[in-house]
């Protein structure tokens, strides 16, 4: 069965090819562990592969198959044989092994594709289980805004330009966002025109997601309520002081 990040596959690291600012905290986080490291919701290795080349053991499992296909096309690519590293095809609310990880994360927002408590809660029993005693859960999620909840549901914002140099075009990103506050899910749908060298838009195509928003205090007892004890939180990914600025909860736990 497709899953809706099969849609995505094939224009994903297009759109977000310029998206890196947490791929060194992720990294850093992995050596830290010293042991192995399971990362779930890894769509196409953008994260992955930068913790792979630091020799760690690391196991990365997402439940579409689009993401995967291409994540395996890059690692004849990669400069190291990647023999440390194991792509699965997997949920991350039911995935099974038969060990136990330092270091369990979901990078770029990926817990908050889980859309209803449920499956939140089942994913986190899921993590308990495969971490060990000393083990740490980390992952992010953007801080909810008051003013884009109540802003008009029917503009097309432009997002971002991503400049494509090695196939010399460029992307022009919009978005164009619906919130339902009774479920707390945000609907997005990204437009994406695809221009030539000259400017020409020669492409446009659409795609759609959605994603379930959580408060701060929410996360905190969801965790807490769940097994997990709260190490730190931090308002990006250079470790400074989450405060009422920050547009990011970068999350870090550890078991009861």
């Known amino acids: ?48 592969f ?24 890059k690692i004849k690519h990669q400069d190291t044989s990647c023999t440390n590293l194991e792509f699965v095809k997997s949920d991350m609310r039911n995935f099974t092994f038969n060990k136990k990880f330092n270091l369990i994360i979901i990078p770029f927002r990926g817990f908050q594709s889980l859309l209803n408590i449920n499956d939140q809660i089942q994913t986190l029993l899921n993590i308990k ?22 802003g008009p549901e029917d503009i097309l914002s432009h997002y971002k330009d991503v400049q494509d140099v090695e196939n010399d075009r460029k ?10 506050q009774f479920n707390q899910i ?14 020409d838009v020669v492409r446009r195509f659409y795609r759609d997601f959605s994603l379930r928003y959580t408060f701060r205090w929410e996360f905190y007892h969801l965790l807490r309520s769940n097994g997990f004890k709260l190490l730190n939180l931090y308002g990006d990914f250079e470790k400074s002081d989450f405060d009422d600025s920050s547009t990011e909860m970068v999350w870090e736990f550890g078991l009861e």
């Open 171 to 180: 992307f022009i990103i919009w978005n164009q966002s619906e919130y339902d």
């Open 50 to 73: 930068p913790i792979a080349r630091e020799g760690i053991d690391l196991i990365a499992i997402d439940n579409s198959t689009g993401m995967l296909k291409m994540a395996l096309e």
């Open 186 to 199: 945000v609907h997005t749908r990204v437009v994406v025109d695809e221009s030539n060298n000259l400017g």
């Open 129 to 150: 289980e495969h971490l060990n005693r000393d083990g740490r859960f980390i992952f992010n999620a953007f801080v909810p805004s008051s003013e884009s909840m109540e």
């Open 1 to 48: 069965m497709n899953t809706e990040m099969d849609l995505w596959s094939d224009i994903y690291d297009q759109v977000y090819l310029d998206v890196n600012e947490d791929i060194d905290f992720y990294v850093q986080e992995s050596i830290l562990s010293d042991g192995s490291v399971l990362e779930l919701g890894c769509g196409t290795g953008r994260v992955t």
